[in-house]
């Protein structure tokens, strides 16, 4: 899906609540049932509305917006009556922005035949009460009676967007312009160009002239996304000067609320207050429009996700009733459960499933202040944020990519003038990709930097203690770089505000293990690193192999299960206190779980695990098959366990511990 359709389907999806709330608290006034409240929330939605389509390009929609918002202040002034004609034609308007949102949502065109005769008739309204405004005393304009009504006063409003908006831009840059609607923006803190381009924090600060007064910009800055902070108005003599209008041929509409002396409406130009509504209305009626989207608690969703993991798990104890009993009818009832259990799971997972491009929009700022902090000149590509992943592993996520991130720019991207020095360009280059690889989701951090020096590694491995002197000097390259993992190594010679104080990796790499996923490092030196990261999709279902040891059942996951094979005595060599087994010309380390499960008195089959390009066996008494099971974490009573990851129930109700792959090999 395009950037274009994201937020095509975003506008709709809001505008529509926008619409619905300007009809309801229409009829609401019409009423009579608490017209201020009513006033203030269609003034608002009407505001937002008018926004978001001008920023999305939709003139039509936003003149409409603009003229019916020009009637709903006089409606608050006091200076228009709701009467019935007046409801009808602003229910009229209602009508045809509804038909310009289905048209919207279909990619068609949008026409401005009707809504451009709803706009003449809400301008003859507007114009008739300031024309009648303007003979109740035409000896001299209101705006010259009152005496110093062109000083206009000052307000200081602080206004927050919702940190977990994925628009702050377009939030912003909407208030900005309702605000414009119906005053003049003296000042903004900080400046309009960084609120507009997103780069304040979660709030920004506006400094307003405005005759509409308080409730009028209390409406305008609060919204979807958007709440009002703080409204405070200058002292007295806080305020500026504003030159009266001057009268100009043809009408000239304002969204300002306060009244305006304007020219009497042309002849031909009547207010339609008396006005049968047009033709249209009778057939809309008649229309049903089918509701695409819903907006769900996601507490809704976990609850409605423990309730299909519950199911699993009956279905599981049903198999087994059904093996026990061997009931042809309860065996073909039992598959179409089966099968109905299966396709609400995969719907339930599909539901909780969402976006990467949700946490990777966050990034963007974290390399421009960490690059001007560090003064480097760094380009940042996103690709893949269309993945999606299970809502449960994107709330872990984000911190670990966070901290690579700015490791890759504070560590791995050189400063210009050393980068020109090695014959590099000198914006360096740091990208973020997301992809799915059959079952899984990989996302990597890469940069072309000046990559990571493995005899750096080996001298600081001998400095903390880690390694021996004989150790290091035999030690691989993979051996020296995943000693970056380990808890305060770090090869910074200088702490800074933005990394190098020897946590983080190890930290990165723990969170990635808890979430049922593998991370390993790529460097080369003087061209850059690279970080992998393998995902589930989803950590809370999955197939697992159930096995016995020393009689105890346990469950492996499926996807870190190579294979089964029978143990060959002569086959098994040891290596200090360690066994390891030869086994298809490869020598594995042989694991046998007594701590975990006591000595078991005769095992003679392998079960070979695989985790992150490497390879290990553990030997079990039998296998007992294939299985789909809930994984639960351990409680917080119980604590982290090494080499378990959770637990699981099975159909019979035992609690079957299942097996930490990644801290076996």
Same mark, same amino acid.
């Given at each position: ?341 299966? +396709? @609400?799971? &995969? *719907? ?8 990467? $491009?949700? =946490?990777?929009?966050?990034?963007? %700022? ?112 993979? +051996? @020296?770089? &995943? *000693? ?8 910074? $010679?200088? =702490?800074?505000?933005?990394?190098? %104080? ?164």
């Amino acid at each position: 899906m395009s950037d274009e359709e994201v937020y095509r389907k975003l506008f709709v999806e809001e505008s529509r609540e926008n619409h619905e709330n300007i009809v309801s608290n229409l009829l609401a006034l019409e009423s009579g049932e608490d017209h201020q409240a009513a006033i203030d929330e269609i003034f608002r939605s009407a505001h937002t509305l008018k926004g978001m389509s001008a920023s999305m390009g939709f003139d039509a929609m936003e003149h409409l917006c603009h003229s019916m918002e020009d009637v709903f202040s006089l409606i608050r002034n006091g200076q228009q009556e709701v009467t019935a004609a007046l409801i009808d034609l602003l229910l009229n308007c209602t009508d045809v922005i509804e038909d310009m949102l289905d048209a919207i949502e279909a990619g068609e065109p949008l026409s401005d035949e009707q809504s451009a005769q709803l706009v003449q008739e809400l301008r003859a309204f507007a114009e008739d009460k300031s024309t009648a405004g303007q003979e109740v005393s035409n000896e001299a304009p209101p705006v010259e009676q009152a005496g110093g009504a062109d000083e206009c006063p000052i307000y200081t409003l602080s206004i927050a967007v919702d940190p977990a908006s994925t628009m702050k831009d377009v939030r912003a840059m909407l208030v900005l312009q309702n605000l414009e609607e119906i005053g003049t923006i003296v000042s903004t803190t900080p400046s309009r160009e960084l609120i507009e381009d997103g780069k304040f924090g979660d709030s920004f600060e506006v400094q307003v002239a405005c005759e509409a007064g308080e409730d009028a910009l209390r409406t305008v800055a609060s919204g979807t996304e958007i709440s009002l902070l703080s409204l405070t108005q200058s002292p007295a003599g806080g305020v500026v000067k504003e030159s009266s209008p001057s009268p100009a041929p043809g009408p000239a509409p304002s969204p300002v609320p306060a009244p305006q002396v304007k020219p009497q409406a042309e002849p031909n130009v009547k207010p339609q207050t008396e006005s049968a509504p047009p033709q249209h209305r009778s057939a809309k009626s008649e229309k049903s429009r089918e509701i695409k989207n819903i907006r769900v608690d996601i507490q809704r969703l976990d609850r409605m996700m423990n309730l299909v993991e519950d199911l699993v798990i009956n279905r599981g104890r049903l198999e087994q009733i059904a093996r026990k009993y061997n009931i042809k009818e309860f065996d073909e009832a039992l598959n179409m459960i089966g099968r109905s259990v299966s +396709d @609400l799971q &995969n *719907l339930m997972m599909g539901i909780r499933m969402m976006p990467l $491009e949700r =946490i990777f929009n966050r990034f963007p %700022r974290v390399v421009r202040d960490v690059a001007n902090h560090d003064k480097k000149e760094v380009e940042f590509i996103i690709e893949g944020g269309e993945t999606e992943l299970d809502r449960s592993i994107m709330d872990g996520l984000a911190d670990p990519l966070l901290h690579l991130i700015r490791n890759a720019v504070n560590h791995g991207i050189e400063t210009p003038e050393i980068r020109e020095a090695n014959g590099k360009s000198r914006t360096g280059l740091v990208r973020l990709t997301a992809y799915r690889d059959k079952d899984n989701v990989v996302i990597e951090v890469e940069d072309d930097g000046a990559g990571i020096d493995p005899e750096k590694l080996r001298r600081k491995a001998v400095e903390k203690g880690l390694m021996t002197s004989e150790a290091a000097s035999a030690a691989t390259r993979d +051996d @020296l770089i &995943n *000693l970056l993992f380990e808890p305060g190594f770090s090869t910074a $010679e200088t =702490i800074t505000d933005i990394s190098g %104080r020897g946590v983080g990796l190890d930290v990165v790499k723990k969170t990635i293990e808890s979430l049922k996923g593998t991370i390993k490092i790529e460097s080369e030196l003087g061209k850059g690193t690279k970080f992998e990261l393998v995902l589930p999709p989803t950590m809370a279902i999955i197939d697992v192999m159930m096995v016995r040891i020393n009689g105890m059942r346990c469950a492996i996951p499926i996807s870190n299960v190579v294979e089964v094979a029978q143990i060959r005595m002569e086959a098994i060599h040891q290596i200090g206190n360690s066994e390891a087994i030869l086994l298809r010309d490869q020598i594995l380390p042989m694991y046998r779980l007594e701590d975990m499960f006591g000595r078991a008195p005769k095992s003679d089959t392998l079960v070979v695990l695989q985790n992150n390009g490497k390879k290990c066996c553990i030997v079990v008494d039998t296998v007992d098959g294939k299985q789909e099971v809930v994984v639960k974490p351990l409680s917080a009573l119980a604590g982290n366990c090494r080499g378990i990851s959770g637990i699981t129930i099975p159909g019979d109700g035992d609690v079957v511990p299942v097996l930490d792959v990644n801290t076996m090999i």
